[in-house]
């Protein structure tokens, strides 16, 4: 086999999260993973056009597939509308086409059977096959989109930088639609994400069925039917509670998370936490409520210092002035994006009981 180069694209922050989880199967911190077909100096859009036609799309597409090229382009300035240049390698690709076949693959932008990335950083041309097509936080276990929800490849990526044992009783008092609890349950049953979804390249020419077969049993020969630890999560808008409790069942781990209508001043967890994840508001859009704002934090507080001796936090802050409400000295502050959002995971020790 060829030695081949991939490109797998995560959120700010999440690096050493996807580094050693490298499979669509199995990755559960990452975006992408894009496969390297292209690395050539172009100068313009016929030098563009040339280059893409030196690849043999016969190894890649058939007439009857579909597909779809987008373009991300940065210091190029021969190529100023992205648009156009992805329309110039498109052409390249169903030009040979038709010259070989007298047929041609059509567009398809929405669930392309090859989609394809170009990237132009100054004259420098790389094009990638998308290995996933819709982006790999999609589990496929979301039944609506919901306000802020935490995007499931950083939830995931926050928990294993968080360093959470898998194995120690977990809960999130503002857990929202449930994301950090579903993405710690897929985890500690060894679920592999990739189970829940299909992939564009199962349907490649270069695909390989029986090892991805071989692939799915034994992921699926993975999967603990039970966890010898609790999983609990509450948020004070019941809304938010029925979405989570029905992604958790689309996910396949209902039966072990359990979810609570209840504000974190006063929620008693159903057994003691060693782990704290959270994600609370931390006001991204002008004009949100900071008394209501500033309340919640006051909550999370009186949560983590009264109910959680001995635990250890991590909290999700895009807000440095709420923080403080916490009443509370971070011991790691690690930088992470939540979406456009620059945000720090903070991690807080909290004393055990007796030595209050
Ligand atoms: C940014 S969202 C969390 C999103 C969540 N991580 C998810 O996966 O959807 C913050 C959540 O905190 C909840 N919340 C705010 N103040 C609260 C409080 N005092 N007690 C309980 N939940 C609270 C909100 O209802 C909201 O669902």
């Known amino acids: 086999m060829t030695e081949r180069d991939y490109y797998v694209s995560c959120g700010r922050g999440l690096e050493p999260a996807v580094v050693g989880e490298l499979a669509c199967l199995w990755l ?6 894009q496969e390297q077909l292209l690395d050539a100096q172009v100068h313009d859009a016929t030098d563009l056009y040339d280059a893409v036609s030196e690849i043999d799309w016969d190894l890649y597409l058939t007439p009857d597939q579909t597909l779809a090229v987008t373009a991300a382009i940065r210091d190029a300035p021969e190529f100023t ?13 169903v030009d040979q086409q038709r010259a070989r076949h007298g047929r041609r693959s059509s567009v398809d932008t929405q669930m392309p059977d090859l989609p394809l990335k170009l990237v132009l950083r100054g004259d420098r041309l790389l094009l990638y096959r998308d290995l996933a097509g819709v982006s790999l936080h999609k589990r496929g276990y979301r039944p609506v989109q919901v306000k802020s929800p935490l995007n499931e490849a950083t939830a995931a990526g926050l928990l294993l930088r968080s360093g959470w044992d898998k194995a120690s009783p977990l809960v999130d008092p503002m857990c929202g639609s449930g994301t950090f609890l579903i993405e710690a349950a897929l985890m500690a049953c060894d679920y592999a994400p990739g189970l829940l979804r299909t992939f564009p390249f199962e349907f490649w020419i270069d695909f390989d069925a029986d090892i991805w077969d071989a692939l799915l049993d034994a992921a699926r020969a993975r999967v603990k039917p039970k966890l010898g630890f609790q999983l609990a999560g509450a948020d004070r808008h019941p809304g938010a509670i029925s979405i989570a409790k029905e992604s958790a069942q689309l996910a396949r781990v209902g039966e072990l998370v359990s979810f609570h209508v209840e504000g974190a001043a006063t929620w008693e967890p159903p057994m003691h936490p060693a782990f704290v994840v959270t994600n609370p508001p931390y006001g991204e859009r002008l ?26 936090a991590w909290v999700l802050s895009g807000n440095r ?22 945000c720090r995971w903070l991690r807080y020790e909290l004393r055990p009981r007796d030595a209050e």
């Open 28 to 33: 559960r911190s990452a975006i992408r993973v």
């Open 321 to 342: 002035e709420v923080t403080r409400l916490l009443r509370l000295r971070a011991s790691a502050r690690v930088p992470v994006m939540n979406g456009p959002i620059e």
């Open 81 to 93: 509308h992205s648009g156009y240049t992805a329309l110039r390698a498109k052409d390249a690709i």
């Open 287 to 312: 004009g949100d409520d900071e008394e209501d704002l500033e309340s919640s934090w006051h909550d999370l507080g009186t949560f983590l210092h009264e109910r959680c001796a001995g635990a250890e």
